[in-house]
């Protein structure tokens, strides 16, 4: 004999036992006990969040014995709601009766006058449902209602009602039930059942469930025959493909310190113990955004999946940094929806993620300025270190910070740049793009966005992370090298969104004012490096003639 399912034998049966719709209780219950129960109410909601339970709820209260304390659960009314052979509480299922001819009989029996309690009740679901002839003809009876009649509608989509429906209801939004709520809800039924239920678990059940009551007692019934009457972490993670809370650090880890090899070996073992990737991704986009709070608030009580200790580690990051490897999942996340293989995103997701934030920055090696070279916006320099003066500590090193280029300088390059250069751009972009993007500077593209582009540059927008590693001179000297590789011989530079904006928005005026500034001139890597070398010849020529003790050489800077 089968057994009654979870989430029928723990229904709620009274007001008070309906789980996080506190407002919707409140507004429901005093209308019955103040005899103000409209003819027409609309329950809106995700799935699973007690629509259809508070819309029965609402249907016995009102043809109660004893109103004081509707529903009493104890008359002859109740009883028969409750064995689901009231007559006069009709459930209909609009997904299944959606024509027009299902609706007019409604309409016609509608008129009859109840057999056994004060109302006859109507409850349509899914009523979103209807055709639109059948819709309009609930309408009418909506605008003229017999007065013994209710009609409660229910919808888990209200913006394919008819407006003129809504407008006649009075209308409640069932709002996904709160994660703590639902765990506890969990442990008292597992209580009453008589089997183990651990509070991890239980979190992690309601946080699978997504705010659904009804899943999460489906999914709680599921571990419960899995588990044999003990329900762990561990088993969640089985029966879902769940990673546990050490395994997600501990991937974050390997992707703060550049482990490359660990990365992978860990997105195979996910594979292979059947992990869910999307599930994963999602996981590791909340840790990051916990590592942030805890970053700025340094609460416990505001994280939402990581321990005190897990968030300790996150937070090491920059907040840049993390907010650029959230960006960087959430790209993943779109690109999921198309991809023969999610875990092959994922794997360049990862890649990503260490190009972009994961390794620590290099420190940049003291450069000689000379002419040439300061014509380079992506260019890094570094002071020659002061001999510290005696009894002094050496002061710590300085790494000079790629600097945006600023409002006039993006200017100077948006003026040689135009629609056909930035076609031809684009289309080298997406072919580089479909290649293997195995290294750090082909996989740094998947990050930025191409925003114009003329035949010497191209000129991306990217988060302020991003934007310092692409800045900085070795890296950016690679990028030119990968980009020159597959036809697109133009000099990358790379800023914000906001500095991008705020050039656009200048441009415009400026336009108007014929005041836009010269093209800048632009000088490829391997002119600089020609230059400088040229430079040093010239430099070495000089000491030759004249005799090393006899020439000084002057930096720019000095």
């Known amino acids: 004999m089968s057994s009654i399912a979870l989430y029928q034998k723990y229904r709620s049966q009274s007001f008070d036992e309906l789980v996080g719709q506190e407002y919707v209780v409140r507004a429901i219950r005093n209308a019955v006990k103040e005899n103000k ?36 659960n104890e ?7 409750i064995e689901g052979s009231h007559p006069d509480i009709i459930e209909i299922n609009a997904a299944n009766e959606t024509h027009v001819e299902d609706i007019r009989d409604l309409i016609d029996r509608a008129r009859l006058s109840p057999m056994m309690g004060k109302h006859k009740i109507y409850i349509i679901d899914e009523v979103h449902q209807l055709s639109s002839s059948a819709a309009s003809a609930l309408l009418k009876t909506l605008e003229e209602p017999p007065e013994h009649v209710i009609f409660i ?15 006649r209801c009075q209308r409640f939004d069932f709002s996904k039930v709160d994660a703590a709520k639902i765990q506890n809800h969990l442990l008292g039924i597992a209580e009453k059942e008589g089997f183990t239920l651990e509070p991890e678990a239980a979190l992690k059940i309601a946080e699978l469930a997504d705010g659904g009551m009804r899943d999460s007692l489906s999914i709680l019934e599921q571990a419960r025959a899995y588990g044999a009457g003990e329900i762990t972490e561990s088993t969640i993670d089985s029966i879902f493909g769940l990673a546990s809370s050490g395994e997600k650090i501990a991937l974050l880890e390997d992707i703060f310190n550049g482990n490359l090899e660990g990365v992978l070996q860990r997105v195979e073992s996910c594979e292979t113990h059947g992990v869910d990737i999307r599930r994963l991704t999602e996981d590791l986009i909340t840790a990051l955004k916990d590592g942030l709070i805890f970053q700025y608030t340094n609460k416990e009580g505001l994280l939402h999946s990581l321990s005190r200790q897990h968030a300790e580690t996150v937070s090491q990051r920059s907040a840049s940094e993390l907010l650029a490897m959230i960006e960087v999942l959430m790209k993943a996340q779109e690109r999921y929806r198309s991809a023969q293989s999610v875990s092959s995103v994922f794997e360049i997701a990862c890649l990503e993620l260490i190009a972009g934030g994961g390794e620590e920055p290099q420190p940049v090696s003291p450069v000689r300025k000379t002419s040439a070279r300061a ?5 890094v320099t570094e002071p020659e270190p002061e001999e510290p003066a005696p009894n002094e500590q050496p002061a710590a090193p300085v790494v000079d910070v790629p600097q ?11 003026v040689q740049c135009n629609k056909a250069e930035k076609q031809i751009a684009e289309e080298g972009l997406r072919a580089l793009g479909a290649g ?3 290294d750090r500077y082909t996989a740094s593209l998947r990050q930025l966005d191409l925003k114009a582009a003329g035949k010497d540059v191209l000129l991306f927008t990217a988060s302020e992370a991003v934007v310092h590693m692409v800045s900085e001179e070795a890296f950016n000297r690679e990028l030119y090298t990968v980009l020159k590789s597959h036809t697109l011989d133009r000099m990358p530079f790379v800023i914000t969104r906001g500095r991008y904006e705020e050039a ?23 002119e600089l490096i020609q230059n400088d070398d040229q430079a040093e010849r010239t430099e070495e020529s000089v000491m030759n003639l004249f005799g090393k003790e006899n020439v000084e050489v002057i930096d720019e800077g000095d």
Not at 75 to 81: E, F, H
Not at 375 to 379: G, V
């Open 75 to 81: 008359c002859d009314n109740c009883k028969a709601a």
């Open 37 to 72: 129960v409209g003819h027409a109410y609309l329950f809106c909601g995700p799935r699973g969040t007690g629509k259809t339970s508070m819309a029965r709820l609402l249907a016995r209260a009102v043809n109660c014995s004893h109103p004081e304390s509707a529903p009493c």
């Open 504 to 526: 656009v928005n200048a441009f415009r005026v400026r336009s108007k004012d014929h005041t836009l500034p010269e093209p800048k001139a632009i000088e490829r890597w391997q």
């Open 404 to 414: 945006e280029l600023s409002v006039d300088d993006v200017l100077a390059l948006l």
């Open 375 to 379: 014509k380079s916006e992506p260019a």
């Open 436 to 438: 293997p993007m195995m």
């Open 153 to 167: 509608l229910a919808t888990t989509d209200p913006q394919k009602l008819l407006k003129t429906i809504i407008s």
